[in-house]
């Protein structure tokens, strides 16, 4: 009896020793589904970080892509512009030629409608004159040619005179006014 005692309790032991064994197998599958379930879910916010960061790229790659083609629409005519400032400095010198009273030259009536139609047109293309003429000297607007005695006291450091209009083609410069600095 006590040999069956012994192996009862030996056969009491395995059950136990086995359903304690199950047991933390189950466990270890119970916490391999829950570390399952927390990789997932890293590696789903993961890629939902990684879509927005795309998905912002390419906005901004729209929005950049746009702005430069509107840039290049704006400053197509930029070649073109460039090239009629010597003719719209020639057409200048030109009227102010006529203009003078000791000239006998005289602008025609047609020169003028010529004349102010060029400037309509250019300047509808968004080029704008710049005036320099008593300002301030500014080496980012103005290209100084040379300096000359200020005729006062209050133009030391201003432009005494324009040699060749500076321009604005939309608010950018394409060609800097050359001047004549009193100092």
Do not use: W
């Not at 064994?21 to 993961?46: P, R, Y």
């Not at 200048?92 to 309509?120: C, H, M, P, W």
């Not at 040379?146 to 608010?171: R, S």
């Amino acid at each position: 009896m006590a040999k069956k005692k012994a192996n009862k309790k030996k056969e009491d032991q395995e059950v136990l020793d086995q359903e304690l064994q199950e047991q933390e197998t189950q466990d270890q599958e119970e916490l391999s589904v829950e570390e399952q379930l927390k990789e997932k879910e890293i590696e789903i916010a993961e890629l939902k970080d990684k879509y927005l960061r795309i998905f912002a790229e390419f906005d901004n790659f729209k929005k950049r892509t746009i702005k430069e083609k509107m840039d290049f629409m704006r400053n197509a005519s930029r070649d073109v512009l460039s090239d009629l400032l010597p003719v719209l400095d020639d057409f200048d010198r030109a009227k102010g030629s006529a203009e003078d009273d000791s000239s006998t030259e005289q602008f025609s009536d047609g020169v003028t409608l010529v004349y102010n139609k060029i400037y309509s047109v250019v300047q509808s293309k968004g080029l704008k004159p710049m005036e320099s003429t008593g300002e301030v000297f500014d080496p980012e607007l103005h290209e100084a040619i040379t300096k000359i005695p200020a005729p006062t006291e209050d133009m030391k450091g201003k432009i005494v005179d324009t040699i060749t209009k500076g321009y604005y083609l939309n608010d950018t410069i394409i060609r800097h006014a050359k001047v004549v600095v009193g100092e």
